[in-house]
């Protein structure tokens, strides 16, 4: 039961790092542009009505990559632990 949560802390931390660092770019990313109208005067292109930051996934997509990453973080905690009773 131990590594079972372990596991899904580990899952989460990595998911919550990951949407953490995909706002965060897109923020300083904003935050900085400068657009160059200068030299862009020539090629007029229509603007977007929308701007989104981060990722556009569906929940299930979440969902699933919380439990892969959660399978695989348990299989590495249980891995270690086997190698470390194997040692003398």
């Known amino acids: 039961?131990?590594?079972i949560i372990q596991s899904l802390i580990v899952s989460f931390v990595i998911h919550f790092l990951y949407l953490a660092v995909t706002l965060i770019?897109?923020?300083?990313?904003?935050?900085?542009?400068k657009p160059d109208i200068a030299n862009?005067?020539?090629?007029?292109?229509?603007?977007q009505s929308e701007?989104?930051?981060g990722t556009a996934g569906t929940p299930l997509f979440f969902l699933f990559?919380?439990?892969?990453?959660?399978l695989i973080c348990g299989?590495?905690?249980i891995s270690y632990g086997?190698?470390?009773r194997l040692k003398p």
Not at 25 to 33: A, L, P, S, V
Not at 65 to 70: L, P, Q, R
């Open 1 to 3: 039961m131990k590594t």
């Open 25 to 33: 770019t897109g923020y300083i990313r904003t935050k900085n542009y």
């Open 40 to 47: 862009r005067w020539e090629k007029v292109k229509p603007l």
């Open 51 to 53: 701007v989104a930051f």
């Open 65 to 70: 990559t919380f439990i892969g990453v959660a």
């Open 75 to 77: 299989l590495i905690i």
């Open 82 to 84: 086997k190698i470390r």
